[in-house]
Structures are given as structure tokens and as C-alpha cells.
């Protein structure tokens, strides 16, 4: 029994040398995430986003007056199958270059090569009526009959504006109403393959293609769609699929 007990013990050691924090040399690095915009070619900053006209793939020309979204729960998963989730959201203006970067509080992870996937707004757990403050403030609630919680999405502008019949368009996007009192999340996981080499403290460029929203793989018509769309539900389900081709990997800085 003495001997049983002696051998249990001894194995008790092993496993708790063998899973000790301090025997991993991997060195630890920190990222934070810096957010671009464009359509297609052309960088859409601050400077430009209420001057540059575009012609979408259903070929009306466009201006932009307003872009605003959410993204939240911010993953990176490596080669060996760990992944490492930051907390936070981020809230986006792209008319104010201070909302473009985002560091979550604790993010030493080890070096290695990662994939990135986040959250296109909020998902049904943190999707509650009210929750933050900050979002608050900035009138970024989604109607409670149209399901409650928050926008993901807030795209103004005006379509046929080389035309005499220019028209305002209100690319919205949150919870989805099914019908009277029933309602559907509408979130998207975003997954960005390309790989990511952290080898020392990094920013992770991720770009948003504006005109995707536009393309793929729904070709929107904004002569069809303009507004009102956070009501239908049939818009809201094509925003959440095209969002899906709007992100990509950019350049990492070290």
C-alpha cells in the first residue's frame, strides 16, 4: 500500500512539472489591431469619406456621408490549435482616425503564427438593451421591436448623384425581425486565413473593402434597397452574408 502510494505521488510530480507555466520558454508578445478602410483602390480615411464618389457593382455612383460599425470578441488561434480570446469590442467612426486602433487590456500571448476571426457586431450574449455606456452615448441602440440590443452598422450616403434624382440610402444592420415579436441574430464570424507571424510585439493592419457591403454575394440595388432596411428582414439577412468577403489580413507591423 506504502509503495502504491509512494508511485501515485511520484506521478502527481511529473504532471504538475510538466505543466508548469514557468518551463515555457515561448517568448510573449502583445498585439493590437489597426482598422483601414477603402474602396477597392482607394483608401477611405477621414479626409475623404464625405468627398470621394464611387460607383458600386450595380453600377449606381455613390457618396458616403457616415460609416460606423461594431466588432467584438477578437480571437487568434495557432498552428497547435490554441486559441487566445481578447476582451473588449470596438466601435468604429471612420469619420475620427482615433477610433481606427484597438489594444485589448491583457494580450501577451506567445510568439507563433496565428488566424485571426472576430465578431461583426455583437453576439447573442453580449447583444443586451443598454449594456454600454459608451455605445449609449453614441445613439448606437437597435430598436427594442426590431429586436433591441445595437446597430453593427450604420452606412449613410446619396446614390444617382450624377443624376438630376439623387436619393439617400441607409445601409443599416442589426438583429433581424422575423415577423411581429420574433426576431433572428444577425451577427457574423468573420474568419481571416491568412496567416499571421507574431514575433515580437505586433499591429495587425485589417482592411475593410467598403465596397464589398455592395458586391458579393449579393449585388445590391439600391434603387430596390435604399431605406427603410433595418425593418427587412430580407436585407438584413444579405448584409449579414455579404459582410463576410468585407475584411482582410493587411501588412503586420513589428
Known sequence: MKKTLLLLIA??????????????????????????????????????????????????????????????????????????????????????????????????IP??????NFIWGFNEADNIDGAYQDLNTESWSWPANLGGGYHFLQFDGMYNVDTTASSPFNYHNGTARVSDGVFEQNFAVIVLETPIIISNDASIEVKMNIAEFFKNPNTWDLNVLDTPLMPNYNAQKMMQNNVLSVFSIGEISL
Open 11 to 108: 506521478s502527481i510530480l511529473v504532471v504538475a512539472c510538466h505543466e508548469d507555466p514557468d518551463d515555457n520558454t515561448t517568448p510573449l508578445a502583445s498585439v493590437s489591431f489597426n482598422f483601414t478602410h477603402h474602396w477597392d483602390d482607394t483608401v477611405i480615411d477621414n479626409s475623404n469619406l464625405q468627398t470621394e464618389i464611387v460607383t458600386n457593382e450595380n453600377g449606381e455612383v455613390i457618396s458616403m456621408s457616415r460609416i460606423r460599425y461594431l466588432v467584438s470578441k477578437f480571437q487568434l488561434a495557432n498552428t497547435s490549435g490554441d486559441i487566445y480570446t481578447f476582451d473588449g469590442y470596438k466601435f468604429t467612426d471612420v469619420s475620427d482616425e482615433t477610433t481606427y486602433n484597438f489594444t485589448p487590456e491583457i494580450n501577451n
Open 111 to 116: 510568439t507563433g503564427t496565428y488566424t485571426l
